[in-house]
């Protein structure tokens, strides 16, 4: 299968994209074809109602082919950041019906208010799907940096991101049923209520 990963942090060199890239390895490992899609220095133009950014059709494209996304959202300052906001403005329905994992960051012990605010405002109108097992990445900067883990908190992190991965395979494997033309009806009612 293959599977998008965003990621959505607008810092080059984020800890968002380096989870990203742990994620990657892991998909790949399983045998799944990736797209990532990095936010760092803002590549998407602000939302706007003339044109759509430079490059997005081909982003829209890549998101058609993905059987499911992994959504990861740094916590800053208690919120999504904007970038990635942004690019639900900018999303149709090319993850419509499809199975999203949301993954938060946070420098420290936080990291659940950019979950939270995704699964209440991100999927209404792109019809994205999130699983229940969503992973929150804590002291982001002491896990994920090598080849094995090197703590407890390490340990554990990688376990949550398999756990996530798996139900996120098996969630995309079981949607591709609901995902008929007949059953969406996509056109009659573009828009969640
Ligand atoms: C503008 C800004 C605001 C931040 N606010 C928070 C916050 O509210 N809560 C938190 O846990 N970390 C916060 N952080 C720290 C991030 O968690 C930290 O940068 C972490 O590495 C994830 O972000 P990154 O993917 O951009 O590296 C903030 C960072 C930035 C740049």
């Not at 990736?34 to 059709?57: C, I, M, R, T, Y």
Request: glycine share 8%; aromatic share 8%.
């Amino acid at each position: 299968m293959k599977f998008a990963i965003v990621s959505g942090s607008h810092r080059p060199q984020s800890q968002s994209s380096k989870v990203g890239g742990y994620i990657q390895k892991e998909l790949e490992r399983e045998g799944h074809d990736v797209f990532f899609l990095d936010l760092a220095d803002n590549p998407l133009h602000l939302w706007d109602q003339s044109k759509k950014p430079e490059g997005w059709e081909k982003i829209s494209q890549s998101l058609e082919s993905c059987d499911g996304a992994v959504i990861i959202a740094p916590e800053w300052n208690g919120m999504v950041p904007s970038g990635l906001k942004n690019f639900f403005l900018l999303l149709g329905h090319e993850l419509a019906h499809k199975p999203g994992t949301l993954v938060g960051v946070s420098a420290g012990i936080n990291g659940a208010y950019p979950i939270a605010e995704l699964r209440m405002s991100s999927y209404k109108n792109s019809k994205i799907c999130y699983t229940p097992d969503h992973v929150i990445v804590r002291n982001v900067a002491d896990v994920l940096n090598e080849e094995s883990s090197v703590s407890d908190e390490d340990k554990s992190i990688r376990g949550r991101i398999t756990l996530a991965l798996n139900v996120l395979g098996a969630y995309a494997h079981a949607l591709t049923s609901v995902r008929q033309p007949e059953i969406m009806n996509l056109k009659r009612y573009p828009f969640g209520m």
